[in-house]
């Protein structure tokens, strides 16, 4: 095609400078891998319209992929038969597999545009950037904790205090909070950053965890055990066994609903604070195939740009129940006008530029699987608090190789 050739000849970055989109004579078709669930459709669907009536010649064609599983496996597949979409979603520790059929974006960005960007979501080599995302915020049921906790040893006081036999039949009828060691290390993962700790220094050569930063925080989270409900099961499950605990800002529905039809009121608050104001941040990012017909690549950063802007970013979290990845959208009349009639999402709003997101490295899901082995022992006493973390610290390690 001779559009596209002029397109390769001039390179994707001076083809986006001169607005290529808008005056292309042949349309341009965006594959767009996913697996958002048929709730979000409406709000992908308009996306792609503004989209496209910015730039009548690209269409935005958006593929289901199943679960994450299958789009993970999905993805590899279509790398290594060289059948690749236009762009797709990602969590980090799926981009290693792939990095090298990926487009190094940061050559398409302006200072200013990543200075945009949540700091905590801006990954090494700029791969991708952050899309859908959830925080770790803090829950608290208001008739037991008329006001949230600021810091570690609020928190640590309202647990103790919030630990109560109502009955006195010698069994707890309400603890002060909910950890999930196993299925939710990220309780832990949150309090490890606020106390200055990660799990591997930065350029992944060495285990941290055990540093004294890390060590400390363990022990902040170990000491809360005994006032904990130590469970498996989603935390709301129980609404009224625990007063507050650490989860996910996606969650607030299932809490909520909970919470009315046992008769209780829940509300957010920013994390108590460590040594630092911080939190984990979970979610996807884009990333966009370098080896897709350049013209789709072209057209793949309009769009990925697009969905960065602060009243589409805004306009996303607002739909979805996520949060705005950009400084901009945090700011954006469409978020704060969300705000002022869902209170429920300002803590976690607040927390967003102090968040931070999981590692991209490619054994990370393994690592994580460790740390909450670790977590569950030493909150079920299986084991001491030094041999657990020997041994997570032993097992990440061998992962490093």
């Known amino acids: 095609m001779k559009l596209r050739n002029a397109w390769i000849a001039l390179g994707l970055l001076a083809v986006l400078l001169v607005g290529f989109a808008a005056t292309a004579v042949e349309p341009v078709t965006i594959e767009f891998w996913h697996r958002f669930s048929e709730r979000h459709n409406e709000t992908l669907e308009q996306l792609a319209t503004w989209f496209t009536e910015r730039y009548p010649n690209i ?3 958006w593929v289901y992929q199943g679960s994450y599983s299958a789009l993970q496996q999905s993805i ?3 790398v290594v038969a060289g059948e690749v979409p236009t762009m797709t979603i990602f969590y980090e520790d799926w981009i290693p597999a792939v990095e090298d059929a990926l487009l190094p974006l940061e050559p398409y960005f302006s200072t200013e545009e990543l200075a945009d960007i949540i700091p905590g979501l801006l990954y090494k080599d700029l791969l991708t950037v952050p899309f859908n995302k959830s925080i770790m915020v803090l829950y608290y049921i208001e008739d037991y904790v008329p006001v949230p906790p600021t810091t570690w040893q609020e928190f640590y006081d309202l647990c103790v205090a919030n630990t109560v036999d109502e009955d006195g039949d010698g069994q707890i009828d309400r603890y002060g909070t909910g950890l999930r060691p196993a299925a939710n290390p990220e309780q832990f993962f949150a309090l490890l950053e606020q106390n200055n700790g990660s799990i591997l220094n930065d350029d992944w050569t060495e285990v941290t965890l055990d540093d004294p930063a890390g060590v400390e925080a363990l022990e902040f989270y170990a000491s ?4 904990a409900w130590i469970t498996s099961e989603y935390l709301n499950s129980n609404i009224g066994y625990v007063a507050m605990a ?3 800002s996606a969650g607030f529905y299932y809490w909520d ?9 829940v509300k957010t608050a920013p994390l108590p604070v460590g040594k630092k104001a911080a939190s984990f941040i979970q979610g996807t990012n884009i990333g966009i195939f370098k080896d897709a017909p350049a013209d789709e690549v072209a057209a793949g950063l309009l769009f990925l740009k697009f969905l960065l802007e602060a009243d589409n970013t805004a306009y996303w979290a607002m739909r979805t129940g996520y949060l705005p990845v950009t400084l901009g959208g945090l700011q954006s009349p469409i978020w704060t006008d969300y705000l002022a009639t869902n209170p ?7 927390m967003m530029p102090v968040g931070v997101g999981s590692l991209s490295h490619p054994n990370y899901g393994d690592m994580r699987d460790a740390l909450g082995t670790m977590c569950e022992e030493i909150l079920l006493g299986a084991e001491t608090l030094e041999d657990a973390l020997a041994m997570a610290v032993a097992e990440i390690e061998s992962l490093l190789e």
């Open 76 to 78: 590899n597949g279509a």
């Open 344 to 350: 429920e999402a300002i803590a976690s709003s607040e």
């Open 257 to 265: 609903t909970a919470a009315q039809e046992a008769g209780l009121t």
């Open 224 to 227: 809360l055990a005994p006032y």
């Open 246 to 248: 650490i989860d996910t």
């Open 59 to 61: 269409n935005v064609e």
